[in-house]
């Protein structure tokens, strides 16, 4: 009994001490956390301050604003609210706001020996326009040179491995603010962007995006990428576009002569960019219920042409260039209108082909990958059944291709403007025909067009008593004379004009060279030929 008596003491004196020592392994680390999570808050406004004024210190030509900043020392992490980039000569609307940007130690990388970054940027929001970037092109200072490297590491010393965009917009104004462009709910995933993991393969790196475009639309990229290539980071990714409304492309479209109203655009392709090798593929781009007009002004007369001139010398370049490859397995309009206004002309018209399908495959830039095939057909002015058939051949000495068209009984009464402009007469009956066959090698062209004008009464009585005596009296002679130039058997008066020889522009593109190859020998041929053709006709009468 005396020696358990003995041994309590020392039994309790052990007791206390394991529980001392435990409180002192809880409670140390405890009070250090307390210490290091009020440290952060004092530490908050101070960081804030230098942070803000370092990197408007590097930027250039660009300011922030960070109302508020709070830094966790206990995981080493930081997170930016409200930060807020202008441009310093259009500051509204800001380039860039977001509401919250964390950035912390990337954990899973310790174990691989590398201290790298973890971003996440959540509801960012991105504001562009027209004013802004018209500034940033005709700026001198490179990419580089505007400080965003330096900026990004007076946030976070690290670099960025792992990128997260939660619920993005960007949003571009072009000329008109009531209808901007708009990618909402824009997600984008971006992952070992140091190469860390898998730093043998080509494309180490992997990335997703997915977004809402103008609100109807849906498009995502997934892919892969060597983001540490020199001189540029390299890429390979899928691209895939669905529901895309057209209508709001109209500001852009408007500044090349193009209007346009409805539509819905769909594609799918890939790209892949890199030192060695730069692929541009598109699978497939349907285009549904799109009326598209190109207009034509004396003011854009000149403008026109030297667009004609770089996109032919634009073509050719791509073409000798061995490492790019740009192809297009199909190119498909279907429900459209494609139209041609001239403005220039004395009296305006409108050329148009509705109930337009179109059909592109098998365009490249590579003539290994053989020709491309081009379909058309439709309702010329709204009634002529239209073909048109067409072999496209990659080509380094020039344009090379093959076209014809048939155009059948197109109502002469829906040509009255153009007839007006170029015959100075109208019509209130009639049919339109037509048939060209035309090929281009070597930058000579061959071929013919062929037009045929059917039971055309060019004088209408009751129509035309309005009019002066003397224009009655030239539509009397017109429509005379075009009853004597008919076929017996058929009908129709017909004229036919060969095209042969050097092409007088053939730096231009092959779209360029067929309207004007259409142009001259229609507009400027037939037409005046055939009412000389009537006149004269009348007079032997």
């Known amino acids: 009994m005396a020696e358990q008596t003995e041994n309590r003491p020392s039994v309790t004196r052990s007791r206390l001490l394991s529980k001392r020592t435990a409180g002192w392994a809880l409670g140390v680390p405890a009070a250090l956390a307390l210490l290091l999570f009020i440290a952060s808050f004092l530490l908050d406004e101070p960081l804030r301050r230098m942070m803000e004024r370092n990197i408007n210190r590097d930027l250039k030509g660009y300011s922030v604003v960070l109302p508020k900043l709070h830094v966790e020392l206990i995981g080493l992490a930081l997170t930016l609210k409200g930060l807020t980039i202008r441009q310093d000569a259009h500051p509204e609307p800001p380039v860039a706001f977001f509401p919250a940007i964390k950035a912390s130690i990337h954990w899973r990388e310790i174990f691989s020996g590398k201290l790298v970054a973890e971003f996440r940027l959540d509801r960012p929001k991105l504001n562009i326009n027209l004013q802004q970037l018209h500034n940033e092109a005709a700026s001198k200072l490179s990419l580089q040179e505007r400080g965003w490297q330096r900026a990004l590491e007076d946030i976070y010393p690290l670099k960025i491995n792992s990128l997260i965009i939660k619920d993005a917009s960007v949003t571009y104004i072009d000329q008109d603010p ?38 109807s639309g849906h498009g995502t990229i997934d892919g892969k990428a060597n983001f540490l290539s020199e001189p540029l980071p390299a890429i390979k990714a899928a691209l895939k576009l669905e529901k895309i409304p057209i209508d709001y492309f109209k500001p852009m479209l408007a500044r090349s002569g193009f209007s346009v ?23 497939e781009l349907h285009i549904h219920g799109m009326k598209i007009d190109y207009i034509h002004t004396r003011q854009t007369a000149a403008e026109e042409k030297k667009r004609a001139v770089l996109v032919g010398k634009t073509a050719r370049k791509l073409t000798n260039r061995t490492e790019l490859l740009v192809s297009a397995d199909e190119l498909n309009l279907t429900g459209c209108s494609l139209g041609f206004v001239n403005r220039a002309a004395k009296k305006p018209y409108r050329l148009f082909l509705s109930e337009a399908d179109f059909q592109l495959s098998n365009l490249s830039n590579k003539f290994s990958r053989g ?28 344009e090379d291709f093959d076209l014809y068209v048939r155009i059948n009984t197109t109502r002469l009464t829906a040509m009255n403007d153009l007839l007006r402009t170029y015959g100075d007469f109208d019509v209130s009956a009639g049919s339109f025909s037509l048939v060209t066959e035309l090929h281009v090698k070597d930058d000579r062209v061959s071929g013919y067009i062929k037009p045929f004008f059917k039971d055309m009464v060019v004088y209408d009585r009751r129509k035309d008593k309005g009019k002066p005596l003397a224009h009655q009296a030239y539509e009397m002679l017109v429509g005379g004379a075009a009853m004597i130039l008919e076929n017996r058997s058929q009908q129709q008066v017909a004229t036919k004009v060969t095209i042969s020889g050097p092409l007088n522009k053939p730096e231009t593109s092959s779209w360029q060279i067929i309207v004007e190859l259409v142009k001259n020998a229609f507009f400027k041929a037939i037409l005046p030929k055939f009412e000389q053709q009537a006149v004269g006709g009348a007079g032997k009468k």
């Open 178 to 215: 009531s209808r901007p462009l708009v990618l909402s709910q824009l997600n984008l995933q971006a992952a070992n962007i140091r190469n860390i993991s898998l730093p043998d393969k080509v494309y180490p790196s992997s990335f997703h995006l997915d977004t809402v475009i103008f609100a």
């Open 261 to 283: 109203s409805g539509g819905v655009l769909g594609a799918s392709g890939e790209v892949e960019y890199a030192p060695t090798v730069q692929v541009a593929h598109l699978k």
């Open 371 to 398: 020709p491309a095939k081009a379909r058309l057909q439709g309702r010329f002015m709204g009634s002529g059944v239209t073909k048109v058939t067409g072999t496209f051949r990659p080509e380094v000495h020039g």
